[in-house]
């Protein structure tokens, strides 16, 4: 059986802070409130924002790469609030 190809984005660090930078600006814009996107067309935005060499990413996988943050974020928060991690 053939297997699809990988089509996963390799996030390099530098790639990471362009995202969490771009992100923040829209933030300070209002943009998000209290977490939530509150402007669909933020995700362009931020998307166009990005490095050329980044330029072939979508923003569903923007998208997806924020949520897999967050989600991270939250755990190493709740793990760190339970005296687990130093």
């Avoid at 998307?47 to 060499?53: D, G």
Wanted: hydrophobic residues 35%; aromatic residues 6%; charged residues 30%.
């Amino acid at each position: 059986m053939e297997r699809a190809p990988d089509t996963r984005t390799v996030w390099h660090p530098e790639h990471v802070q362009y995202l969490l930078v771009n992100f923040i600006e829209e933030k300070n814009k209002k943009a998000i409130k209290e977490s939530k996107v509150k402007d669909k067309l933020m995700w362009g935005r931020v998307c166009s924002k990005m490095p050329v060499h980044m330029s072939s990413l979508s923003e569903s996988a923007i998208q997806t790469k924020w949520k897999v943050l967050k989600k991270d974020y939250m755990a190493v928060t709740i793990l760190r609030n339970e005296g687990g991690v130093g």
